[in-house]
Structure formats: structure tokens, C-alpha cells
């Protein structure tokens, strides 16, 4: 195996190479499961679990954590890491089956897309919709937060709002999170029949566009607006209450 698949990975954009890097056991076995494995790194303890997972599909090497952390460029402690083919995002089509959809056009943050794709995988939700300039479902740092759940939950890609028209036309209600005047309470969510619940950029919210691909807007209501700045939830604790109420 060609150690430097694992080497300086902060540095390098993991998502043009095509290749997904898993870390910790639970993680490594829903890449094993899901994916084309390139080569698995252990430490001695985990050793025996590596082979397992491989299960003869790639090499193993059993390497001390030192030596782990410094091939990779960060300190490491997991036990299991491996490298992987990256699984392709289709195109988000006309139709779809299921009931329950996340729309995400634009999430910055790998820790809050994986922690809100983990809440959907959880409470069942069906699916998740990536725009064009929605960080990488499949970096480290999304695939260790969501626990594998950006592997497990159906994924698609769109690439403009106006994409979103065919589900609409085809039933799907798509509501907005958005803090505006007019926007209903969670509860409602639970009364659509099949449902796409958008969630905007963590900063600056549902674009202008996007937003008017909705049908409606939806908001948590907030207990206090005041100077110090506490006027909003994450938007991984919003997308918990929201998924929760519209499961």
C-alpha cells in the first residue's frame, strides 16, 4: 500500500483526489460497508479489528499512534483510520420515494453538516439535498461528527433552485427555517405530507433565491433578543428541533 494516501491530510483536498478518509471504528466499518477501500492504518490494539474490516479487500498496516499522527499532520487517537474510494452524488431527480427530505444549500461548517445529517439519519428522515457550495459531506471532519451517517442517509446534489420545481410539482412541501414575519411555529411541520425542510448557511441564512423556492418559512420561537448577542440557535440545535417536529 502507498502510505501517502494517509500523509498530511489537513493539507490536501481529499474531495478533487476522490478519496474519503475514515476514522474510528465505528466510522471505518461504515466506510468498509459502503465504500471501495484503498488501505486501513491501525494501531496494535486494533490490529485484529482492522483485518476484519478489510477482509482481505485492501492492505492493513498496524503502525504506532505516533507514527499514525505523524504521517497524517494531526495527533491521532482513534485506533482505526482508512482511506476509500469517494462514493459519487447523483443528481437530485424529479421524484423521490420517502416522505421526510433535508434541503442544505449551502452549510460551511463540516461539524454542523455532520452533526445535522447524523439528527436525520437518527429520526429518520429520508434523505439530504446539497448546493453547489455546500462543504464536503465526505471530509474527516463530517464523516466523524455525523458518525458515518453522511455515508448511510441518501444523498443528492442540485444545483440550482429552480431544480427544486419537480418535487414540488410532484407534492413535496418545502418549507424554509427562517426567522421572518409570518413563519409558522415547528409543530406545523408534522402536518405536510411529504416534506422538504430547508435549512440556510450559517451565517447569512436561506439565500434570496432559494428562499423563494419555498411554500412557506418556519421559525423556533426565541425567548430573547438582547445586546449580548444570544438571538439564535447553532444551526446543528435548530436542525435537531426542526427534524424532531417534522419527523
Same mark, same amino acid.
Given at each position: 500500500?502507498?502510505?501517502?494516501?494517509?500523509?498530511?491530510?489537513?493539507?490536501?483536498?481529499?474531495? @478533487?483526489?476522490?478519496?474519503?478518509?475514515?476514522?474510528?471504528?465505528?466510522?471505518?466499518?461504515?466506510?468498509?460497508?459502503?465504500?471501495?477501500?484503498?488501505?486501513?492504518?491501525?494501531?496494535?490494539?486494533?490490529?485484529?479489528?482492522?483485518?476484519?474490516?478489510?477482509?482481505?479487500?485492501?492492505?492493513?498496516?498496524?503502525?504506532?499512534? *505516533?507514527?499514525?499522527?505523524?504521517?497524517?499532520?494531526?495527533?491521532?487517537?482513534?485506533?482505526?483510520?482508512?482511506?476509500?474510494?469517494?462514493? %459519487?452524488?447523483?443528481?437530485?431527480?424529479?421524484?423521490?420515494?420517502? @416522505?421526510?427530505?433535508?434541503?442544505?444549500?449551502?452549510?460551511?461548517?463540516?461539524?454542523?453538516?455532520?452533526?445535522?445529517?447524523?439528527?436525520?439519519?437518527?429520526?429518520?428522515?429520508?434523505?439530504?439535498?446539497?448546493?453547489?457550495?455546500?462543504?464536503?459531506?465526505?471530509?474527516?471532519? %463530517?464523516?466523524?461528527?455525523?458518525?458515518?451517517?453522511?455515508?448511510?442517509?441518501?444523498?443528492? #446534489?442540485?444545483?440550482?433552485?429552480?431544480?427544486?420545481?419537480?418535487?414540488?410539482? *410532484?407534492?413535496? #412541501?418545502?418549507?424554509?427555517?427562517?426567522?421572518?414575519?409570518?413563519?409558522?411555529?415547528? @409543530?406545523?411541520?408534522?402536518?405536510?405530507?411529504?416534506?422538504?425542510?430547508?435549512?440556510?448557511?450559517?451565517? #447569512?441564512?436561506?439565500?434570496?433565491?432559494?428562499?423563494?423556492?419555498?411554500?412557506?418559512?418556519?421559525?423556533?420561537?426565541?425567548?430573547?433578543? *438582547?445586546?449580548?448577542?444570544?438571538?439564535?440557535?447553532?444551526?446543528?440545535?435548530?436542525?435537531?428541533?426542526?427534524?424532531?417536529?417534522?419527523?
Amino acid at each position: 500500500m502507498d502510505l501517502r494516501v494517509f500523509a498530511d491530510l489537513p493539507d490536501r483536498d481529499l474531495r @478533487r483526489e476522490g478519496v474519503l478518509i475514515g476514522e474510528g471504528r465505528l466510522v471505518v466499518s461504515r466506510v468498509a460497508s459502503r465504500c471501495v477501500l484503498l488501505g486501513v492504518l491501525a494501531e496494535p490494539s486494533a490490529a485484529a479489528e482492522a483485518e476484519a474490516l478489510a477482509a482481505g479487500r485492501c492492505p492493513c498496516i498496524v503502525l504506532s499512534a *505516533d507514527r499514525i499522527s505523524a504521517l497524517a499532520g494531526y495527533p491521532f487517537h482513534r485506533g482505526l483510520i482508512a482511506a476509500a474510494e469517494r462514493p %459519487a452524488v447523483p443528481v437530485l431527480p424529479d421524484r423521490l420515494p420517502g @416522505r421526510r427530505l433535508l434541503v442544505l444549500p449551502d452549510p460551511t461548517d463540516p461539524v454542523n453538516l455532520g452533526a445535522t445529517v447524523r439528527s436525520a439519519a437518527t429520526l429518520g428522515w429520508d434523505g439530504f439535498v446539497l448546493g453547489p457550495s455546500a462543504c464536503d459531506p465526505f471530509g474527516r471532519r %463530517a464523516l466523524r461528527c455525523s458518525m458515518g451517517a453522511t455515508l448511510i442517509l441518501p444523498a443528492w #446534489t442540485c444545483g440550482e433552485p429552480a431544480h427544486l420545481a419537480p418535487l414540488a410539482d *410532484d407534492g413535496w #412541501t418545502i418549507v424554509a427555517a427562517a426567522v421572518e414575519d409570518g413563519a409558522d411555529g415547528p @409543530r406545523s411541520l408534522a402536518t405536510a405530507g411529504k416534506l422538504a425542510l430547508m435549512l440556510g448557511n450559517e451565517r #447569512t441564512g436561506i439565500g434570496e433565491a432559494w428562499r423563494r423556492s419555498c411554500a412557506r418559512a418556519v421559525a423556533i420561537p426565541q425567548a430573547r433578543k *438582547d445586546e449580548d448577542g444570544v438571538d439564535s440557535l447553532n444551526l446543528a440545535a435548530a436542525a435537531a428541533i426542526l427534524l424532531w417536529e417534522g419527523r
